[in-house]
Protein backbone atom coordinates (compact mmCIF):
# COMPACT_ATOMS: atom_id res chain seq x y z
CA UNK A 1 0.00 0.00 0.00
CA UNK A 2 1.53 3.54 -1.07
CA UNK A 3 1.36 6.19 1.23
CA UNK A 4 -0.85 8.33 -1.33
CA UNK A 5 -3.60 5.33 -0.22
CA UNK A 6 -3.05 5.84 3.52
CA UNK A 7 -3.58 9.65 2.26
CA UNK A 8 -6.85 9.09 1.03
CA UNK A 9 -8.26 6.95 3.50
CA UNK A 10 -7.34 9.27 6.26
CA UNK A 11 -9.20 11.59 4.80
CA UNK A 12 -12.53 9.75 4.64
CA UNK A 13 -15.45 11.21 7.34
CA UNK A 14 -17.33 7.63 6.86
CA UNK A 15 -14.37 5.37 8.58
CA UNK A 16 -13.31 7.32 11.71
CA UNK A 17 -11.37 4.39 12.79
CA UNK A 18 -9.75 3.92 9.47
CA UNK A 19 -8.83 7.58 9.38
CA UNK A 20 -6.82 7.46 12.17
CA UNK A 21 -5.10 4.43 11.80
CA UNK A 22 -4.21 5.71 8.33
CA UNK A 23 -3.16 9.00 9.85
CA UNK A 24 -1.26 7.21 12.36
CA UNK A 25 0.84 5.17 9.85
CA UNK A 26 1.36 8.53 7.83
CA UNK A 27 2.96 10.25 11.15
CA UNK A 28 5.22 7.07 11.64
CA UNK A 29 6.08 6.29 8.26
CA UNK A 30 7.13 10.34 7.65
CA UNK A 31 9.31 10.40 10.72
CA UNK A 32 11.19 7.32 9.95
CA UNK A 33 11.69 8.60 6.06
CA UNK A 34 12.57 12.08 8.11
CA UNK A 35 15.24 10.13 10.28
CA UNK A 36 13.12 11.43 13.61
CA UNK A 37 12.82 7.19 14.38
CA UNK A 38 15.20 4.27 13.65
CA UNK A 39 14.55 1.16 11.98
CA UNK A 40 14.02 -0.65 15.16
CA UNK A 41 11.88 2.36 16.27
CA UNK A 42 9.79 2.01 13.45
CA UNK A 43 9.25 -1.45 13.22
CA UNK A 44 8.41 -1.69 16.84
CA UNK A 45 5.54 1.44 16.34
CA UNK A 46 4.71 -0.80 13.72
CA UNK A 47 4.06 -3.76 15.65
CA UNK A 48 2.25 -1.13 18.07
CA UNK A 49 -0.56 -0.87 15.34
CA UNK A 50 -0.85 -4.34 14.73
CA UNK A 51 -1.66 -4.74 18.43
CA UNK A 52 -4.19 -1.99 18.47
CA UNK A 53 -6.36 -4.19 15.98
CA UNK A 54 -6.00 -7.59 18.41
CA UNK A 55 -6.95 -5.02 21.42
CA UNK A 56 -10.01 -3.44 18.83
CA UNK A 57 -10.77 -7.08 18.40
CA UNK A 58 -11.17 -7.97 22.09
CA UNK A 59 -12.90 -4.78 22.90
CA UNK A 60 -15.36 -5.47 19.95
CA UNK A 61 -16.14 -9.20 21.35
CA UNK A 62 -16.67 -7.81 24.99
CA UNK A 63 -18.73 -4.96 23.70
CA UNK A 64 -20.87 -7.47 21.31
CA UNK A 65 -21.37 -9.94 23.99
CA UNK A 66 -22.77 -7.51 26.76
CA UNK A 67 -25.08 -6.16 24.39
CA UNK A 68 -26.47 -10.07 23.37
CA UNK A 69 -26.36 -10.30 27.44
CA UNK A 70 -28.39 -7.44 27.81
CA UNK A 71 -30.73 -8.50 25.13
CA UNK A 72 -31.60 -11.50 26.81
CA UNK A 73 -32.29 -9.69 30.28
CA UNK A 74 -34.78 -7.63 28.68
CA UNK A 75 -36.35 -10.14 26.65
CA UNK A 76 -36.43 -12.58 29.85
CA UNK A 77 -38.30 -9.31 31.78
CA UNK A 78 -40.97 -9.47 28.56
CA UNK A 79 -41.35 -13.07 28.84
CA UNK B 1 -30.77 -48.38 34.78
CA UNK B 2 -32.21 -46.54 32.09
CA UNK B 3 -33.58 -43.71 34.44
CA UNK B 4 -29.71 -43.42 35.66
CA UNK B 5 -28.38 -42.84 32.08
CA UNK B 6 -30.96 -40.84 31.45
CA UNK B 7 -30.35 -38.10 34.66
CA UNK B 8 -26.53 -38.77 33.38
CA UNK B 9 -27.81 -37.95 29.82
CA UNK B 10 -29.14 -34.64 30.88
CA UNK B 11 -26.42 -33.48 33.23
CA UNK B 12 -23.59 -33.95 30.63
CA UNK B 13 -25.98 -32.24 28.00
CA UNK B 14 -26.25 -29.68 30.74
CA UNK B 15 -22.73 -29.28 31.43
CA UNK B 16 -22.17 -28.91 27.84
CA UNK B 17 -24.35 -26.02 27.43
CA UNK B 18 -23.18 -24.13 30.64
CA UNK B 19 -19.27 -24.21 29.13
CA UNK B 20 -20.63 -22.96 25.90
CA UNK B 21 -22.75 -20.74 26.93
CA UNK B 22 -20.24 -18.86 29.69
CA UNK B 23 -17.84 -18.37 26.31
CA UNK B 24 -20.79 -15.85 25.16
CA UNK B 25 -20.89 -14.07 28.71
CA UNK B 26 -18.52 -11.18 29.34
CA UNK B 27 -16.87 -10.51 32.75
CA UNK B 28 -19.09 -8.23 34.51
CA UNK B 29 -18.71 -4.49 35.84
CA UNK B 30 -15.45 -3.98 38.45
CA UNK B 31 -15.33 -0.88 40.28
CA UNK B 32 -11.63 -1.78 40.78
CA UNK B 33 -11.13 -2.37 37.33
CA UNK B 34 -12.95 0.52 36.38
CA UNK B 35 -10.60 2.87 38.43
CA UNK B 36 -7.83 1.41 37.38
CA UNK B 37 -8.25 1.76 33.72
CA UNK B 38 -8.79 5.19 33.99
CA UNK B 39 -5.94 5.95 36.40
CA UNK B 40 -4.12 4.18 33.51
CA UNK B 41 -5.71 6.88 30.61
CA UNK B 42 -4.90 9.63 32.96
CA UNK B 43 -1.08 8.81 32.98
CA UNK B 44 -0.84 8.34 29.68
CA UNK B 45 -2.88 11.89 28.65
CA UNK B 46 -0.42 13.26 31.52
CA UNK B 47 3.14 11.53 29.69
CA UNK B 48 5.95 14.63 29.43
CA UNK B 49 8.26 14.07 26.53
CA UNK B 50 10.72 16.40 27.84
CA UNK B 51 11.00 14.79 30.83
CA UNK B 52 13.02 11.32 31.43
CA UNK B 53 10.87 8.77 30.16
CA UNK B 54 11.38 5.58 32.34
CA UNK B 55 9.51 6.77 35.61
CA UNK B 56 6.51 7.49 33.44
CA UNK B 57 6.93 4.20 31.39
CA UNK B 58 7.97 2.44 34.87
CA UNK B 59 4.42 3.65 36.21
CA UNK B 60 2.47 2.70 32.67
CA UNK B 61 3.73 -0.85 33.45
CA UNK B 62 2.67 -1.32 37.03
CA UNK B 63 -0.61 -0.28 36.90
CA UNK B 64 -1.01 -2.64 33.52
CA UNK B 65 0.69 -5.53 35.89
CA UNK B 66 -1.66 -4.39 38.80
CA UNK B 67 -4.69 -4.47 36.53
CA UNK B 68 -3.21 -8.11 35.37
CA UNK B 69 -2.84 -9.67 38.63
CA UNK B 70 -6.16 -8.51 40.21
CA UNK B 71 -7.92 -9.89 37.19
CA UNK B 72 -6.09 -13.25 37.25
CA UNK B 73 -7.18 -13.07 41.65
CA UNK B 74 -10.37 -12.72 40.27
CA UNK B 75 -10.85 -15.81 38.42
CA UNK B 76 -11.46 -17.65 35.37
CA UNK B 77 -14.34 -15.53 33.78
CA UNK B 78 -11.71 -12.19 33.30
CA UNK B 79 -9.94 -13.97 30.65
CA UNK B 80 -11.61 -11.00 28.32
CA UNK B 81 -10.54 -8.00 30.13
CA UNK B 82 -6.73 -10.18 30.13
CA UNK B 83 -6.95 -10.56 26.52
CA UNK B 84 -7.84 -6.89 26.03
CA UNK B 85 -4.54 -5.17 28.42
CA UNK B 86 -2.07 -7.65 26.75
CA UNK B 87 -1.58 -5.99 23.74
CA UNK B 88 -1.19 -2.60 25.74
CA UNK B 89 1.09 -4.68 28.55
CA UNK B 90 3.12 -5.55 24.94
CA UNK B 91 3.41 -2.08 24.10
CA UNK B 92 4.99 -0.77 27.53
CA UNK B 93 7.04 -3.49 27.86
CA UNK B 94 9.11 -2.87 24.40
CA UNK B 95 9.24 1.17 25.44
CA UNK B 96 10.56 0.07 29.15
CA UNK B 97 13.10 -2.21 27.44
CA UNK B 98 14.51 0.20 24.91
CA UNK B 99 14.14 3.28 27.69
CA UNK B 100 15.99 0.91 30.33
CA UNK B 101 18.92 -0.32 27.79
CA UNK B 102 21.95 1.44 28.69
CA UNK B 103 23.20 4.59 27.14
CA UNK B 104 20.02 4.78 25.40
CA UNK B 105 19.44 8.22 23.79
CA UNK B 106 15.43 9.12 24.58
CA UNK B 107 14.08 10.10 21.25
CA UNK B 108 11.02 12.78 21.86
CA UNK B 109 9.54 11.96 18.20
CA UNK B 110 9.23 8.03 19.39
CA UNK B 111 7.72 9.34 22.94
CA UNK B 112 5.73 11.42 21.41
CA UNK B 113 4.11 8.41 19.25
CA UNK B 114 4.37 6.09 21.97
CA UNK B 115 2.15 8.53 23.90
CA UNK B 116 -0.65 8.78 20.80
CA UNK B 117 -0.92 5.20 20.33
CA UNK B 118 -1.20 4.12 23.91
CA UNK B 119 -3.35 6.84 23.73
CA UNK B 120 -5.67 5.64 21.22
CA UNK B 121 -5.49 1.67 23.27
CA UNK B 122 -6.11 3.02 26.84
CA UNK B 123 -9.53 4.74 25.20
CA UNK B 124 -10.47 1.79 23.55
CA UNK B 125 -9.97 -0.64 26.65
CA UNK B 126 -11.93 1.93 28.90
CA UNK B 127 -14.68 1.89 26.80
CA UNK B 128 -15.03 -1.63 26.84
CA UNK B 129 -13.96 -2.15 30.51
CA UNK B 130 -16.57 0.65 31.50
CA UNK B 131 -19.34 -0.79 29.19
CA UNK B 132 -20.07 -3.78 31.02
CA UNK B 133 -22.91 -4.08 33.37
Known amino acids: MSLQTLYEIA????????ATRAAMVIAITEQFQGGGLDRSEYEEMLRDLVRMDQLDAEADDIELKTALVTAVYAIAKVV | MKRIFLILSVLMLQGCAAVALSSYI????DDNQSAKIIDLRLTIERIDCKAPQKPQVSRIRDDLEWFRLYSESKGSRQQDVLKLTQ?????????YKRVSAEG????????ELKKKVMTEQSTRAAKAVLGRF
Do not use: H
Request: net charge negative; aromatic share 20%.
Open chain 1, 11 to 18: GRDDRPWA
Open chain 2, 26 to 29: PSFW
Open chain 2, 87 to 95: PMAETTEDW
Open chain 2, 104 to 111: YKENAIYC
